[in-house]
């Protein structure tokens, strides 16, 4: 061995402060062709479709978050109330949830788009979330009937019908119902999609949909959705860039997200006309780099990645 030179001391391995390097070299290049291949894909209505129609061909039917079906389960209000889900996605899954847990109750799917899985794939997929709910289905008003009918459906619209869902979709991201219409309304990870300059409006039109004393419940994903192309789930990337670098050069249309904070939204949901009843943040623990423009929120706005939260319409 050369005099001058230091063996590492694990020895015809890597360097392993140089492998971390090389992965988070790795995952920023990833990162920034996955938003410049995002932001060409949002040029124009035709790429926005091409891409979604690719996106649900290559998604793979699975089951539900377990914890979070759990969550929703045990804070819908109890007996014969109506529900609406907001943002419904592919297979309305968390509907799905409900309606054969919660057979009682008379739930509405509502979306901006009609994007809804094949057939095949809807019944795979609730046959993958009653296998992960088997334990869970002695305990509740679990309807195996009804299951039946859905898994010997001949299309999906018979499949939502056997499940007793109503399903609407409006572009303009308003539900239209009359006033007062829900005892329940509840997103999974939909609130950050909305468009942050009428996020406080499209507020308060879900108040107006509830009943006073009505029930709204979301779980909302604070994290930069471009991360998940770097395979990253607790990734704030967005923080780490100027406002006119996010707007310019990495914003998309087809993964939009308002980078509202968890404060902020809690804040327009109760000037909207919600008494807050839970807030529960997720956090990044992980050393975190945060753009000036972002330096007027509180550490903890910056470091959280999720929110949980339940709140009750004004009476």
Request: aromatic share 10%.
């Amino acid at each position: 061995m050369n005099p001058g030179s230091v063996q590492h001391p694990m020895s015809g391995t890597a360097n392993p402060y140089q492998h971390a390097m090389s992965s988070q070299r790795k995952v920023t290049m990833n990162y920034y062709l996955a938003s410049a291949a995002l932001k060409a894909v949002s040029m124009s209505s035709l790429t926005r479709w091409a891409y979604r129609a690719l996106a649900r061909r290559k998604a793979s039917p699975k089951a539900i978050n377990k914890q979070i079906g759990e969550w929703l389960l045990s804070r819908i209000p109890p007996g014969s109330v109506t529900v609406l889900e907001i943002g419904t996605g592919w297979v309305s899954a968390y509907s799905v949830l409900v309606a054969l847990l919660r057979p009682e109750c008379r739930i509405h799917c509502f979306d901006v788009r009609d994007i809804r899985y094949s057939l095949a794939e809807f019944k795979r997929t609730v046959e993958l979330t009653m296998e992960a709910y088997l334990p869970y289905r002695s305990a509740l008003h679990f309807d195996e009937a009804k299951l039946k009918r859905v898994l010997s459906a001949n299309s999906i619209d018979e499949a939502y019908d056997a499940l007793g869902l109503k399903y609407q979709v409006r572009a303009s991201g308003l539900p239209e119902y009359p006033n007062e219409s829900f005892d329940c309304i509840f997103s999974i990870d939909v609130l950050e999609h909305v468009y942050g300059p009428c996020f406080f409006a499209t507020a308060q039109h879900w108040a107006n949909l509830l009943k006073s004393g009505g029930i709204f419940m979301a779980q909302v994903g604070l994290i930069d959705h471009t991360s998940y192309w770097c395979h990253r789930k607790d990734d704030k990337r967005y923080i780490e860039h100027s406002e006119f670098t996010w707007k310019h050069l990495l914003e998309n249309r087809v993964q939009y997200i308002n980078r509202l904070t968890a404060s902020e939204i809690v804040g327009k949901l109760e000037g909207a006309g919600f008494t807050t009843l839970e807030e529960e943040r997720l956090s990044i623990s992980a050393p975190i780099r945060v753009h000036s423009d972002y330096a007027q929120q509180s550490l903890e706005d910056a470091r959280c990645l999720r929110l949980h939260y339940r709140g009750s319409k004004l009476v």
